[in-house]
């Protein structure tokens, strides 16, 4: 009986740590980020707790145009993203042979430089005197500039999160067991309808998880419209932090970052109910 | 089926879990306001100074033999940082620490006028032991000995003064002389960027606009002249609201004129030769970026060792001669008068009273209506 019972609690146990991490790290400090959304007053008054629910009323009408902004960005690049991620993947995958953990490693090379110095590159690239401007300009696709327009802000998005939507589609995509194209072949299938049929529906998981893993953080990234954009592509993770590091209204800036984080679990639940959770969960890879 | 009813559980967990953190949230404090109590007085203990002094200041505005020979000469270490990039940004992050009285382990803060008096209010900073610091009694220039925030200078030094006012790509744009030529001129649409610092920004397009003195200005000439930033944001004339990162901006020509500060022209000559300071026709505005101890500071007879060192003309002459700002320390000029003539020259170090002529203190905004004035400039830097 002693026995089973530990054999029974193992799990929880295995679970602990990790329950526990987000405990003191993701549950606390969610809850006093909410707490703090209904403070009313100043810093230089007083904050009072008040059960201030305004601030989310004034986080929405006041930031709709930056909220708006963020979600057609972040979809923008992240479509982008996909439409860049999935031949790259699929070649890597299938064509690339031996030259495969060349390609892998050149996806993820980008990170060994961080994240701001290479936005940072951008900005240099994107100048007005740039070889790739004069380029465009040249070409006839621009006017004048490239930087603090949307385009350069969207083209930044989509450059850092690349990497993230690759990583898991290739995953899916090297998965696939080749047996079942062969077998469809040898169905008379075509190779469009095998592409079809097998491998994208087997794909989907990544797919999925990669443009979950784009889309959520793009939403939310204040460097790309920070270093790319001017003041009219000003993006909600910028004004959150201009609430909370200038003007020091920290009720507006948790409700703003709560009302970001509602709607973004709106979207992917929807998302995900559409696309049916089981391919995100890969259930169909037993079958 | 299953997984659903789980998954609902699970989030009504989560719920759960937050709601008892958010109670806990509203019985805390916030850490919000000033410190109760009267100002209290940094003493110097009398002795020889040592041990380490950790400094915050703005980047750019120190060479590089300054703070070794310093040093070398007092046996203290320095812990010098450039982390002041935006009086609000750096407020902001040093605030919670401050109202616990901590000063994040630093001694000297250097942050603008306005600021100083601001962190003075809120009883952050502490008032100088005068008699710890003669060189700076001695030696400040006779026009920084009673700015209107600190009549008597009891908790600030300033560390260098300055003018906001055109930073102009010559070859560019030949003839901005005017703050209204960066909003009307077409040649220079999507090429100029403005100072993130409000009290910069803001009273130099009141002057444009015929306000003569901004320290009098209304909430309604604020909100004005912020209304004519934001019309010339939203038609693409005006691209940018930067801190210091202008600089680069214009080094690499995507800028080619910009309300900017003094020094900064000089350090972009290095670049580019074209880039000049240009003296507005409406006059420019004049401040000054402040030493001063915070409450809580760890070392503050290495603070006043390091002020004394500073306000010592020849130890003052190398940072001049570096960063072109003006300078707080009288008999600097006769120094570079035999070592650099071309300096002793500078209006930007050493500025006349013509050159001067029609410009004005850096101004505060109407006390009561600070914070809203605040929040419109502060929503144009994220396009409202």
């Known amino acids: 009986m002693r026995a089973f019972a530990q054999r029974k609690g193992i799990p929880y146990f295995l679970l602990l740590p990790g329950l526990l991490w987000l405990f003191v790290f993701f549950v606390v400090p969610m809850g006093f980020m909410f707490g703090i959304s209904l403070y009313e007053g100043s810093l230089d008054t007083t904050f009072e707790f008040t059960w201030n629910w305004d601030n989310y009323s004034d986080a929405l009408t006041n930031y709709d145009t930056q909220f708006f902004r963020s979600f057609l960005y972040a979809g923008v690049a992240t479509l982008l993203c996909l439409l860049l991620a999935y031949p790259l993947a699929y070649a890597i995958a299938f064509k690339a042979g031996k030259y495969r953990s060349v390609l892998l490693f050149l996806v993820v090379a980008p990170f060994f430089t961080t994240y701001l110095i290479r936005t940072y590159a951008w900005q240099t690239m994107l100048s ?11 070409l006839g696709l621009v006017d004048t500039g490239v930087l603090k327009t949307p385009g350069a802000v969207i083209a930044g998005l989509t450059y850092n999160f690349l990497p993230f939507m690759i990583l898991p589609i290739y995953a899916s995509l090297e998965q696939i067991d080749k047996r079942l194209i062969e077998a469809g072949r040898d169905l008379y299938s075509s190779s469009r309808t095998a592409f079809r049929k097998i491998t994208l529906p087997i794909s989907m998981p990544g797919v999925i998880a990669g443009t979950l893993l784009t889309f959520i953080p793009a939403v939310g990234d204040y460097v790309n419209a920070t270093f790319l954009g001017g003041p009219n592509q000003a993006m909600i993770g910028n004004v959150i932090q201009s609430q909370y590091l200038v003007t020091k209204d920290y009720p507006i ?15 992917v639940l929807i998302y995900i109910k559409f696309a049916g959770s089981e391919s995100l969960m890969g259930e169909e890879r037993g079958l | 089926m299953r997984r659903t009813s789980q998954t609902a559980r699970l989030i009504g967990a989560i719920l759960g879990l937050i709601a008892c953190a958010t109670l806990a949230a509203g019985c805390s404090d916030l850490g919000a306001g000033g410190l109760e109590g009267p100002t209290q007085t940094a ?29 070398q000469k007092t ?63 001695k030696n400040m220039i006779p026009t920084l000995q009673h700015p209107s925030f600190d009549p008597e200078r009891q908790f600030s030094a300033p560390w260098q003064a300055g003018m906001t006012g055109l930073v102009v790509n010559t070859a560019e744009a030949p003839d901005v002389t005017s703050i209204n ?14 100072l993130s610092e409000m009290r910069d920004s803001i009273p130099l397009i009141m002057k444009a606009d015929g306000i003569e003195n901004p320290e009098d200005a209304s909430e309604e000439d604020w909100l004005a002249a912020i209304d004519k930033l934001s019309g010339a944001i939203e038609s693409g004339q005006i691209v940018g609201i930067t801190g210091n990162s202008y600089i680069n901006d ?25 880039i000049k300071f240009v003296m507005p026709d409406e006059g420019c505005i004049i401040w000054a970026d402040n030493m001063v101890i915070p409450v809580g500071a760890p070392n503050p007879d290495a603070a006043y060792a390091w002020m004394n060192y500073i306000y010592d003309p020849k130890n003052q002459a190398p940072i001049a001669a570096y960063n072109n700002y003006t300078t707080p320390v009288t008999g600097v000029k006769e120094i570079f008068e035999k070592s650099d003539p071309a300096l002793a020259k500078s209006e930007l170090i050493f500025p006349s009273e013509e050159y001067q002529k029609n410009c004005s203190t850096q101004p505060d905004p109407p ?18």
């Open chain 2, 181 to 194: 030529d960066l909003f009307e001129d077409p040649d220079l649409a999507g090429k100029v960027t403005v």
């Open chain 2, 367 to 384: 006390r009561l209506q600070t914070a809203n004035i605040e929040k419109a400039f502060e929503a144009l830097r994220t396009g409202g």
């Open chain 2, 75 to 137: 046996g203290i270490s320095v812990d010098y940082t450039e982390d002041v990039n935006d009086n609000n940004e750096f407020f902001s992050k040093l605030q919670p620490t401050l109202a616990e009285r901590d000063s994040a382990g630093r001694s000297i803060f250097v942050v603008t006028d306005w600021m100083a008096k601001k962190m003075h209010d809120l009883g952050y900073l502490q008032n100088f032991d005068k008699n710890a610091i003669p060189e700076v009694n």
């Open chain 2, 43 to 71: 003493e110097a203990s009398g002795g020889k100074a040592s041990g380490d002094l950790a400094i915050s200041n703005w980047p750019a505005y120190i060479d590089k033999e300054t703070i070794p020979n310093f040093e």
């Open chain 2, 250 to 274: 214009m080094a690499r020509g995507d800028v080619v004129a910009a309300i900017g500060w003094s020094g900064d022209a000089i350090q972009l000559q290095a670049d580019n030769p074209d």
């Open chain 1, 128 to 138: 007005n005197d740039s070889f790739v401007v004069d380029t465009m300009r040249s």
């Open chain 1, 253 to 267: 800036a948790a409700a703003l970052s709560f009302v970001m984080m509602a709607v973004i679990v709106a979207l």
